[in-house]
């Protein structure tokens, strides 16, 4: 079955400590994306990357960092910087740029708990 | 820059109820909309989309018709269902300019059907 893979469902870090989270996707999409959500808000933009070794900074990535080495891969680190890291962590990937194929398909989430 | 401002909730229905989620949007260019649904503790999932004006999404029920002209998409469905509890989201993705398909969500609308 095709689909995007998170992992782990849920993660608890001690505060000081960085903290990577998994994406996996096997659609052969191009674009894939991290966005965050906190209770009672939409989602917002964390990093998104259009193609391998290429990625950019959303809205709020400051704390965060992103690789991309392989297609279907697309980490999220939580560094000790980020400020408020608890919160529900979502992965998206596209098939690409525009037009008909525009549509984002979401992984079941992270939630991280930083204690 | 572009936003979504959806109805407030929660919205509490009795089961074959109708359902209307206003949401509106402001955008620069053509967005594409969408909606989402999340069931509790996991990620979203696409509920259906239209992209352009006039464009009516359908899916399991729910409707929504892309309506320039009053800058709106709202989610219609004729008769809830227990099953359709969850919290909706209401989002655009500018196809246009960037061409990096950020998707701009709404806050949420959380729906609970009774029996």
């Known amino acids: 079955d095709g689909g995007i893979t998170q992992s782990p469902k849920y993660l608890f870090r001690k505060e000081g400590q960085n903290v990577t989270l998994s994406c996996e996707q096997n659609?052969?999409?191009?674009?894939m994306y991290w966005y965050r959500q906190d209770p009672g808000q939409g989602l917002r933009l964390i990093y998104y990357s259009q193609i391998v070794n290429d990625f950019q900074k959303g809205d709020i990535a400051e704390g965060y960092s992103v690789s991309r080495e392989k297609k279907e891969s697309f980490p999220l680190t939580v560094t000790s910087a980020q400020k408020n890291p608890t919160a529900f962590y979502l992965c998206a990937s596209r098939v690409g740029a525009g037009g008909q194929q525009d549509t984002q398909y979401f992984g079941p989430g992270t939630r991280l708990t930083v204690l | 820059g572009d936003s979504v401002t959806q109805m407030e909730g929660p919205v509490t229905l009795s089961e074959e109820a109708f359902l209307t989620i206003n949401c509106t949007y402001t955008a620069t260019g053509y967005p594409s909309l969408f909606w989402y649904v999340q069931y509790p503790g996991e990620g979203l999932q696409l509920l259906l989309k239209?992209?352009?004006?006039?464009d009516k999404g359908s899916n399991k029920g729910f409707e929504a018709t892309y309506r320039k002209e009053t800058t709106s998409f709202h989610l219609e469905k004729g008769s809830v269902q227990v099953s359709d509890s969850a919290v909706y989201f209401c989002?655009?993705?500018?196809?246009?300019?960037?061409?990096?398909?950020?998707?701009?969500f709404g806050q949420g609308t959380i729906l609970t059907v009774h029996p």
């Open positions: 659609l052969n999409h191009d674009a």
């Open positions: 989002a655009l993705s500018d196809s246009g300019g960037t061409s990096y398909g950020k998707l701009t």
């Open positions: 239209a992209t352009k004006a006039d």
